[in-house]
Each structure stands twice: as C-alpha cells, then as structure tokens.
C-alpha cells in the first residue's frame, strides 16, 4: 500500500511539474504581434551608414510625420510635411501617400506600390519595388537602404504605435 501511495505521490508531483513548465506566458503580458511587422508604425530617426556602421542619428523634422501600415501582405503608408515643402514643378506638397503589398524574410523588407498620389508615382512610374535589409524588433524597425554592392547608406526608423 505505501508503494501504490508513494507511486501516486510521484506522478501527482511530475504531473505538477509538467504543467508548470510547459504553461504559456500570460498574454497580456506578450502582444500578438511580438516579432511581426504588422501593426502601425511611425518614423522616428534616419541614420547614416559608413557602409556598414552608423555614423549619425538624425531625427524627422519638426512638421513631417509619416506612418506605415502592414496588414495580411498590404502596406499603405503617407506623409505629411509643413506648407514651406514644393515639388519639383514648385507645387505646394503637404503630404504623400502610397498602397501596396510586402513581404518579410529574415533579413529584408520588400515592398511594391501598387498606388500612389501623383507626385509619389511621377517619380517611381519605374521603381515600385522597394527591397531593404530588415531589422525587426517587438516596437521597433528600421529598413535599411543599400548601394548596388550591398552597403549600407542610410536608414528610416521606425516606432510600433497603437
């Protein structure tokens, strides 16, 4: 009988322990979209590369905010800058927008743009695929543009928004 007893006690203990590990995290305490760049985001900074490393951090200017939004392989991004800002037919510009679609790997961001306002596509009628090494964090990213020979120049950075 104390053999049956103590053999219970043991598996009542292991089944404890199992569950105890093997339970999930909170989820208020991890967000669905932890490691995903869906989600809405807000430019923060630019940095300047030496072709690999930083160089300088400069921040957005006052006045011009831009937001992206990733969603199910969409993106729809827009700008907006103070009245002082003019195209190159010397125009008024205040903000820009685009739509399309992306994609991430583990290293790159790759965006398309479908659509666009008018002075976003004058100048991208034949550039409207994007391709930018990608570094992704919980809140925050930064796609970085590169030369021909894969160097780094410069980079947008990004901040998760709710």
């Known amino acids: 009988m104390k053999k049956l007893l103590g053999l219970v006690l ?30 809405t985001w807000e430019l923060q900074s630019f940095y300047n590369f ?20 990733y969603y199910d392989g969409k993106i729809m991004w827009s700008r907006s800058t103070s009245e002082d800002t003019k195209d190159a037919d010397g125009n008024d510009v205040v903000g820009l927008f685009g739509y399309g679609t992306y994609k991430i790997t583990d290293n790159e961001l790759i965006e398309v743009i479908e659509y666009g306002d008018k002075g976003m596509l004058k100048d991208k009628e034949s550039f409207r695929k994007f ?4 570094w992704l964090e919980d809140d925050k990213y930064s796609q970085i543009n ?15 928004i709710e």
């Open 131 to 134: 391709v930018f090494e990608l």
């Open 10 to 39: 043991l598996m009542l203990i292991l089944i404890s322990a199992i569950g105890i590990t093997s339970s999930k995290p909170d989820a208020m305490s991890t967000p669905d979209m932890m490691h995903t760049i869906e989600g």
């Open 50 to 69: 030496d072709g690999q490393n930083i160089v300088d951090t400069l921040p957005t200017d006052e006045g011009y905010r831009q937001v992206k939004m």
């Open 146 to 160: 590169r030369d021909e020979e894969g160097n780094r120049i410069f980079s947008e950075n990004y901040v998760r």
